[in-house]
């Protein structure tokens, strides 16, 4: 079959307009000519406007002369044409060249004229896998892969919108006529298999073999599983299901599960809801090796949480508390204890308000930034290309949005002229005093030194903790490098805290002097807002802003950090660090290692620690030695060159150690995106959907890369065998 889509360019003639090199300017896509024979080579149009010459050919539709006078061709004693009702037997897709006949039998750029063997057509087109129809059939899974509704508001036949589902079978009738000889209209009345329930159920064959995927790809290994609860657009809590292990590839998979109605979050609830859908699929609580949850009381309650409860069932399922999670707590308990840091966000939050409080308002702020973005280009200040200067807006910081402070931050800084300018407006123009009189407070209090200096610090603080908030949400992220990750933004606060005061203050005076802000002079004395206290001891300026908010804020955030991430001083972390193979293996302690078998009772007989010290000698030597196992960047890196090299099977105990680490949790992030998809499944239009409706969409869409690689056969006979069918599919 390939041979017949088989792309083969023609040779270049001289003089040939239509493949010549040079580029096609001018374009009318009205006057596009029809006929194959007359089209330039698609590549002869310039890239930026190739698409758009596609997608005015694929308007038009195919060239189709029903009353074209078709010469005639010599096969042996018979004359032979093409006959013009093959274009209503193939109305899709064929199309004919009247400039000329194209020789041979190949299709798509030699063309077909073999007029004696036109049953070719019918074999060019196959069958429903054929590579023909594969094609057009990647649209059958849309509905799913894409998070689209499957019903539509009227599915009667005269609706002219009758829902995804319904005109995707008209879609696949109209490219295959053997489809629509026994679909919608054509199949019996009790048979037509476009009803809500048959669509559900084909959702549910779908997760079930994905699920099947999971539970197969798991096998008898041991996992994690990662839990966390949010609201849907319909009020009704929902528990989502995360596990994470590592697959015979030495690779650290994530996988969703699904999503659980639960009537309340308490622990009790939640432990008997996992151990129902455990029992549902086949999964044990003994195969239990890590949770990871939020620093919410229910769920890591010393007594009566979550995770005491998996540990009182299983001891060697540790808890880790999500390192994401930690970041942020850290990062929200310095903006609430530091007064400057608590009243900057607010100060931001009271700007988002009033800039953005109505559409005029932000239409005013994009044109504001349209036109200094221009100004800027012009004057040379700021490069144009592809992806830059990009339209964008204020952003809204939340508590409990990972790097959404920044994010704040960052849009007000590039946009500071355009949020002058609108405050300005609004101070001149807006018809009610008060707003004309906050906008004129808002503006003085932007343009004051104070502002700018904890806007820039801030913005560096976060943007040393958003690069490791950004790669502790990798799915693949280890335990071991999330430590080494934390430790290296403590050293890069405490450097920036030892050396960064002359290049904060630097960056702040350009900035200043370029949206004219007033530098105090920093040997003056310092005079702060409001009335004097008695006995207030005088200050200058450098020591006010060095001293008291430099250095506070950075030893707040630093003490923060260290609270917060107490934890990874835990026994258990300090002997997975041992495993790191970074600056050859010079992190390795065998007794650590040996230790780190205590942990892990159910996994290790005493022979097992005998033999493994013995292991440990002979595997610290090879992997010195070996050249392929330099330069690693943690374990995870460490398990995947074991498994190629087939280390595994020479050191089978260290690589169970190394397993059992990677199967330990470093962020929740995975399920803080299946909560995201979980708003594009069940939308303000979709309300209604029921539980298990929902779990199994969800599960389609968030795992489409296996759903991509399930067998159409194996989700019918899935399908065919739920109950006994009116028909067989």
């Known amino acids: 079959m390939l041979r017949y889509l088989k792309r083969k360019a023609p040779p270049l003639q001289e003089g040939d307009e239509s493949t010549s090199n040079k580029p096609l300017r001018e374009i009318n896509l009205e006057d596009l000519p029809a006929d194959p024979g007359q089209r330039p080579c698609i590549l002869q149009y310039d ?73 070719k057509l019918a074999t060019h087109v196959g069958g429903p896998n054929s590579a023909h129809n594969e094609a057009w059939g990647k649209c059958g899974s849309i509905s799913l892969t894409q998070g689209l509704a499957f019903r539509g508001h009227d599915e009667s036949e005269s609706s002219a919108n009758p829902g995804n589902f319904i005109q995707l079978v008209k879609t696949f009738g109209q490219i295959n006529s053997n489809i629509k000889e026994v679909t919608l209209n054509n199949a019996p009345l009790n048979h037509k298999m476009i009803c809500s329930d048959i669509q559900k159920e084909i959702v549910n064959a779908f997760a079930m073999e994905i699920l099947k995927e999971i539970i197969s790809d798991i096998g008898d290994s041991t996992f ?83 995770k005491t409860l998996i540990l009182n069932e299983n001891p060697c399922a540790y808890y880790i508390h999500c390192f994401a999670h930690q970041l942020q707590l850290a990062l929200v308990a310095v903006a609430k204890k530091h007064d400057h840091i608590s009243s900057l966000f607010d100060f931001t939050t009271r700007v988002l308000n009033v800039v953005g409080s109505s559409c005029k308002r932000r239409d005013l702020l994009r044109q504001k930034q349209h036109e200094n973005i221009i100004d800027a280009l012009n004057m040379g200040e700021i490069s144009s290309g592809r992806g830059l200067n990009q339209e964008t807006n204020l952003k809204r910081a939340g508590d409990t949005r990972w790097s959404s402070h920044y994010n704040t931050l ?65 799915k693949d992220q280890d335990i071991v490098n999330g430590m080494r990750l934390v430790q290296v933004s403590k050293i890069q606060i405490q450097s920036f805290r030892e050396n960064g005061w002359d290049f904060l203050f630097e960056s702040v005076t350009v900035f200043c002097k370029k949206h004219k802000v007033d530098v105090p002079q920093m040997d003056a004395k310092y005079v702060a807002r409001g009335r004097r206290r008695r006995n207030e001891e005088e200050m200058t300026n450098l020591h006010h802003y060095k001293v008291e908010t430099f250095y506070t804020i950075l030893d707040m955030q630093l003490g923060e950090l260290n609270a917060r991430f107490s934890d990874s001083t835990m026994e258990l972390l300090v002997c997975i660090a041992c495993l790191d193979p970074s600056n050859s293996f010079s992190h390795f302690d065998k007794d650590k290692l040996l230790r780190l078998v205590d942990f892990y009772p159910q996994d290790f007989t005493e022979l097992d620690k005998c033999e493994l010290n013995d292991q440990l000698d002979t595997y610290i030597v090879d992997m010195r030695l070996s050249s392929e196992f330099h330069g690693l ?97």
């Open 47 to 119: 890239v930026n406007d190739r698409d758009r010459v596609r997608r005015a050919y694929l308007q038009k539709g195919p060239c189709q002369p029903y009353n074209h006078a078709f010469p005639l061709t010599v096969y042996g004693k018979q004359n032979r044409r093409f006959i013009n009702t093959w274009f209503t037997k193939y109305s899709t897709w064929l199309e004919y060249n009247m400039g000329g006949q194209s020789g041979g039998d190949h299709f798509v750029t030699e063309g077909f004229s073999n007029w004696k063997r036109n049953e």
């Open 224 to 306: 994690c599983l990662m839990v966390d609860e949010a609201r849907d657009i319909s009020m009704k809590e929902q528990m989502a299901l995360v596990v994470r292990y590592v697959d015979k590839s030495g690779i650290v998979i994530e996988r969703f599960l699904g999503v659980e109605h639960v009537t309340d979050t308490s622990a009790l609830t939640l432990k008997a809801t996992i151990d129902d859908f455990f029992s549902r699929y086949g999964l044990s609580v003994s195969k239990l090796r890590g949770q990871g949850y939020d620093g919410a009381s229910n769920m890591r309650g010393q007594f009566n949480g979550l």
């Open 410 to 474: 960052l849009s007000l800084i590039n946009m500071f002229d355009a949020v002058i300018d609108v405050l300005e407006v609004i101070g001149r123009d807006a018809s009610s005093t008060s707003h004309r009189t906050e906008a004129q407070d808002i503006v003085d209090r932007l343009l004051s030194f104070d502002f700018v200096l904890s806007l820039f610090l801030m913005k560096k603080v976060l943007a040393i903790t958003n690069e490791l908030s950004q790669a502790l949400q990798r």
């Open 633 to 729: 960047n943690g374990i995870s890196d460490l398990a995947r060159k074991m498994v190629e090299t087939r280390r595994n099977k020479v050191y089978p105990l260290v690589y169970l150690i190394l397993t059992l680490a990677l199967t330990l949790p470093v962020a929740t992030a995975t399920v803080e995106r299946a909560f995201s998809a979980m708003s594009i499944i069940k939308s303000r239009l979709r309300s209604r959907m029921n539980d298990e409706w929902l779990s199994d969409a969800l599960l389609v869409f968030v795992e489409r890369d296996i759903c991509a690689g399930i067998d159409n056969e194996t989700v019918m006979n899935n399908f065919q065998n739920m109950k006994t069918q009116k028909g067989q599919l």
